[in-house]
Structures are given as C-alpha cells and as structure tokens.
C-alpha cells in the first residue's frame, strides 16, 4: 500500500484563544490590511468589532454578507472587496459556511476572475492565494483544516466542492468558546457531519493509516458528547470535545475524501433545504449497512475499535443518535413524488460516491430514496 501524508495547517486549541488572532498574524508578518469574514451573529453582537479592534489596525474590514451553503456571487462580491481594498489576509471566522467563502475568495482575489471558472468546471485553482488564519464557530466541517471549498450556484442550482492546496488555511484557531452560543438543532446537524466525516473518510478508498486513526479518535466522541452538547449548550466539556472530534475528523477525510452519504447530502440539501450534516446523517446509517462487509473486513473493524460489536450495532447507534438530537431519520413529510425521488438518484451520481468501498449503483440508490421517503 503507498500512501503519502501532509498537513500544513498549524492548529492552536482552547477556550478563550481566539484572543490570539492578532498575535497569529503578527508572528506571519501580517501587520496590515486584514479582512474578518465574520458569522452575522458575530458582526451583530460585537464580537466581530472587538476583534477588529484589539488587533491595532492589523484587520481593517469585515465581511458578513453571505448565507448558509454560500453561493458563488457571495464569494465574487467578497473578492471583489479584497481587491477594490488591497487587502492582505483573510480571517475566517464562522462555520464551513464563512470558512469555505474566505478560501475560495482568497484565492480568486489575486485575479480578475469569478469563482465560476472554477467551481464544478474541473478547471485547477490559481495556486496563489492570500493567506487565511480559520476560526471555526460550529463543530462540524473541520474546514478549518481541510483543501475543500463547498460552494453552491443557485442559479444553476449546483452545490460542489472545490479541492485546491491554496485552500488549506496556514493556521487555525479553535476556541471552544465560540460554539456555545450554536442553537441545539445546529449543533446536532453540525455534530452530524463530524461523524460523517469521520467514517467514510475512514471507508474511502483512498483510505490511509493515519488518517484511519484520526477517525478512529473522532467517532466516539461524537456518540458520547453530542447529545450532551445538543442538551446542555454550556457544557464546556461537551463543547470543547466536540470541537476536538470535529478538527481531528477534518484531519480523517481531507485527505482520503468523503464517500456516499456526502454525495447523497448535496442533493437533499440543494433540492430540499436539509442541512448538510443533516443530510449526511440521513443516509450514513444505510451506507453503514452497504459497506459492512467491504474492504476486507475493515469496516467491521472500525465499528469494534469504537466499541461497537459490528456495522450493524453501529448503524443502529447512529440511528438511535439522530433520533436522540431531533435530526432526520426519513423524508416523508416532503412528500416526494416518483420523479421527485428520480432526480435524487440522478443528482446524488456525485464524484465523492466513486470513493464509496463498494460500488453503488442507481437501483441501490433508488431502494434508498424510496426506504427514506416511506419513513417518518
Ligand atoms: P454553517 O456555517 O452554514 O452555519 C450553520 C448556521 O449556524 C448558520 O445559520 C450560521 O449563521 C450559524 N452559526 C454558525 N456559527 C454559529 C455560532 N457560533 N453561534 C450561532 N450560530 C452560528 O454550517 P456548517 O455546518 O459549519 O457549514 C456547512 C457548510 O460547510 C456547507 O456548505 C458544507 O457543504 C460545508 N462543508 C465544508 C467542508 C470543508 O472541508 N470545506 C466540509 C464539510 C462541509
């Protein structure tokens, strides 16, 4: 087996360091013309001003115009201001949301260029790209240490990723703290995707030991602390573990990719509104199930590691979680019509399915729609 292992990104974790910005960018020689991409709630209550002004000119602008699942105008619009202001560097603070919206926009700031050239067109990314110092406020994308930018199109109704090495911040701030004030249903989607990622980028086949052992680190602690931070948003610990397990699963699928339930989440978010680490939670159960006995025995192995007796006992805990955190366990109340649950098989034909261990075909993916829209 070869494999090859490199993570550039520095990371400092703990409650009460998002005070470090400032230093982080003064010990990168960062002393002038930075730009926080900041969560609205953050530019709203203050927090975003306080950053601003605590590092003594060194961040000049704030960026908050953007939404859930950003489109490719938003990050246009953010280039667009970092060119128009000479601007530096980029802190993304906020969930997979602001983050990705910075990469993307870091990038293509040192061109004339729109995001569209880019995003699900295949052509490569410039390689330059201002530098960007993470601040993740959910914990869920582990965005904060990944190469991956998701970006939706509205208008052409697509949402993609976008791999670039330029996308791979230089440091990220994980501050605990931040994610208290995430409301229960965002924290279980979010806690949703942490779990995700970190089982299929164990299951993916471009599967590699380290990585292995990050999900290995990750995966329980998502089934003991999430119900916990979903019920008591003020448990530090909860929290603070929480925000462990999603950078260390970031660390477990950058690399090695996410799989099915990531190919299937893109439509049922684009289409139907579902949250992302919803929407991947929503199949994981049942790709679980498909892949039980894949890669010679692995997937049983990975469910004994975290203490399961096998797939199967780990797909029933994922759906006793979901059910735990008020997420989805079907689709019925959508109502889908034939056509309807067709073009989720269509769409869900996503490159990240082709990393899935075993192959899934459409018929697989149709008895899944048709399973998920008969159940409550
Ligand atoms: P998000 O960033 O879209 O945020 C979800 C909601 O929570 C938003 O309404 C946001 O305003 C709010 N929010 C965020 N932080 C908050 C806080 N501290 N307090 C209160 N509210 C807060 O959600 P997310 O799950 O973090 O990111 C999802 C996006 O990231 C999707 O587009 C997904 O496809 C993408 N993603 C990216 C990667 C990657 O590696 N780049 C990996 C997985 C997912």
């Known amino acids: 087996m070869l494999w090859d292992y490199q993570q550039p990104v520095a990371i400092r974790f703990g409650n009460g360091r998002v005070r470090e910005i400032k230093d982080v960018a003064a ?3 960062l002393t002038e ?31 908050s115009d953007f939404s859930p699942n950003p489109d490719v105008t938003e990050v246009d619009k953010a280039a667009a201001l970092i060119r128009d202001k000479h601007l530096k560097f980029v802190v993304a603070m906020g969930g997979g949301s602001a983050m990705d919206l ?5 990038s293509i700031a040192l061109t004339n260029d729109s995001i569209t050239e880019y995003h699900g067109t295949g052509k490569a990314m410039p390689q330059e790209h201002l530098p960007i110092i993470a ?19 509205r208008a052409l109704g697509k949402k993609a990723p976008i791999v670039s090495d330029g996308f791979f911040p230089s440091v990220a701030i994980i501050d605990p703290e931040l994610t208290y004030s995430v409301p229960p249903h965002v924290t279980a989607s979010t806690g949703m995707d942490v779990l995700s990622q970190a089982i299929e980028g164990y299951w993916s086949k471009g599967h590699q030991p380290i990585c292995d052992a990050c999900a290995i ?39 090695p990719k996410t799989t099915s339930s990531h190919a299937c989440s893109f439509p ?7 949250p992302h ?13 498909v892949n039980k006995d894949a890669q010679h025995g692995r997937v049983q192995e990975f469910a004994r590691a975290i203490g399961f007796e096998d797939v199967d006992a780990m797909a029933d805990a994922i759906h006793e979680l979901k ?28 490159p990240n399915l082709y990393n899935n261990p075993v192959e899934i075909t459409d018929e697989m993916l149709q008895e899944m729609y048709e399973h998920l829209a008969a159940t409550d």
């Open 135 to 153: 601040v993740p406020t959910t914990a869920g994308t582990g965005s904060e240490v990944t190469c991956v930018s998701v970006l939706t199109n």
């Open 102 to 106: 910075a990469k993307s926009a870091a």
């Open 277 to 289: 680490g919803e929407a991947c939670g929503l199949t994981l159960d049942w790709f679980a199930r």
């Open 27 to 29: 010990e990168m020689g």
């Open 217 to 255: 680190h990750a995966a329980p602690l998502v089934f003991k602390y999430l119900p916990i931070a979903v019920a008591e948003p003020d448990n530090a610990e909860a929290r603070q573990k929480m925000c462990e397990a999603s950078v260390i699963a970031g660390l477990a699928f950058t690399l």
């Open 323 to 350: 059910v735990k955190v008020g997420l989805r366990t079907g689709l019925k109340d959508l109502n889908l019509s034939a056509d309807q649950i067709a073009d989720l098989v269509r769409i869900s034909r996503h």
């Open 268 to 274: 049922l978010t684009n289409i139907h509104g579902i």
């Open 33 to 63: 013309g930075g730009l926080l991409v900041s969560e609205r709630l953050f530019a709203q209550n203050g927090t975003a001003e306080r950053i601003v002004k605590d590092s003594e000119g060194a961040i000049t602008e704030i960026f």
